[in-house]
């Protein structure tokens, strides 16, 4: 019998593959490991941004990848601050502030490489309360499970948040895939796994009655030395959770 493990590698090859046949990738390419962007993930956003959860956050945590890009454009264009963690959490989170960002500039900093220009790393200590949070998906399901690219990286930034309290169970999450990627059929979930409360396409908005809790924290059983090698900001959580 399949681990849970590979369940999850057969159906992100399952959907990467799916996408390039179906002509729905984009560019960056070859979308095999990673977030895949897809034709429409603007139009997705767009969506998105008129959604109440999105008008009334006045922050909002979204994630790195190219498919919510407009997402962040979206956010800081309305006044909102963006937390955004790094690629692979290796320097930690960005803090976005559009107040400090030139009107013209604001689409470059929605980038990656003009994130890290414009936005100001932030300890820890200083991430504010989170209203709302996007994350990028391969597949999800309508029970609200969810299928990263492997590495678990929205489950830990969700998971060092919830030890901030900077979120919680009630802290929307939403995410923004293609219609292709919506599967009908069990995704497998485990405790550090991130659900979502809705799902946004191109063409339509699904909000999830989810049957899955979302992770209480970091499970640190689950993270080996490697991971406090390759991710500093476990070693400021670590010590910052011991010393409460």
């Known amino acids: 019998m399949p681990s849970i493990n590979e369940i999850k590698a057969e159906i992100r090859r399952k959907i990467w593959r799916a996408m390039d046949e179906k002509g729905v990738s984009r560019p960056p390419k070859p979308i095999e490991e990673r977030i895949p962007n897809f034709v429409g993930a603007e139009e997705a956003c767009e969506k998105v941004s008129r959604l109440p959860e999105f008008l009334r956050a006045s922050v909002i945590k979204i994630n790195p990848d190219s498919p919510q890009t407009h997402a962040r454009y979206l956010a800081l264009s309305m006044g909102k601050i963006v937390i955004m963690p790094t690629p692979r959490l290796r320097e ?95 995704i497998p979930m485990e405790d550090h796994d991130l659900p979502v409360d809705m799902i946004v396409t191109p063409s339509r ?34 010590d910052l959770v011991e010393s409460r």
């Open 92 to 186: 930690g989170f960005l803090l976005l502030n559009p107040q400090r960002i030139p009107r013209d500039r604001l689409r470059e900093a929605s980038t990656i490489r003009g994130s890290f220009t414009w936005g100001l790393r932030v300890g820890l200590r200083n991430i504010p309360k989170v209203d709302l949070v996007i994350v990028g998906s391969v597949a999800v399901n309508l029970k609200g499970a969810r299928v990263g690219k492997g590495g678990g990286y929205a489950d830990l930034e969700y998971g060092i948040l919830r030890e901030l309290s900077a979120v919680d169970e009630n802290t929307p999450v939403i995410t923004t895939v293609h219609d292709i990627q919506i599967l009908d059929q069990e």
């Open 205 to 238: 908005i699904l909000r999830i009655e989810r049957v899955y809790k979302k992770p209480k924290g970091v499970y640190w059983d689950k993270l080996d030395s490697r991971a406090f090698r390759e991710i500093p900001v476990l070693k400021e959580l670590k």
